[in-house]
C-alpha cells in the first residue's frame, strides 16, 4: 500500500497535478510527541481547501487525526491517545482523496 501511494504520487507530480507539487509538509515541531498533545506541521499548500484530512502513518496503520488548526503554511493537529510510540510519518489527503505521506517523520513516546 506505501509503495502504491508513493508511485501515484510520483505519476501525479509526473503528469502536472498541481495540488500534488503544491501541498506538502516540510517539517513538524517537536519532533517527539505523546498521545494527547499538539504538534505542528509547516510547509505550503495546507489550506483546508487543499488538504481535508491528516493522518499518521507507520506504513502499515494509518492514524486519522484531528486538526485544531489549519492555515496555508501549517496545520496543528493533536496525536491520538490510540497511538502506538514509535515513528510516524505524516500523511495528508488531498481535497479530491488522493493520500500522500510526507517524508517528514514524528517520534511517539
Known sequence: MRS???LLAAA???AGAGYAETSRVS????T???AGEVVKASG???????VTAV??????NDLKVEV???TATALRFKIPGAVKAGRWAV???TKDGMLLEQPVKVTIE
Request: proline share 3%; glycine share 10%.
Open 12 to 14: 501525479l507530480l509526473a
Open 55 to 60: 493522518f499518521l502513518t507507520d506504513g502499515s
Open 4 to 6: 502504491f501511494r508513493l
Open 91 to 93: 500523511m495528508i489527503q
Open 27 to 30: 517539517g513538524v515541531e517537536p
Open 68 to 70: 485544531v488548526e489549519q
Open 44 to 50: 505550503e499548500g495546507l489550506a483546508n481547501t487543499l
Open 32 to 34: 517527539n510527541a505523546k
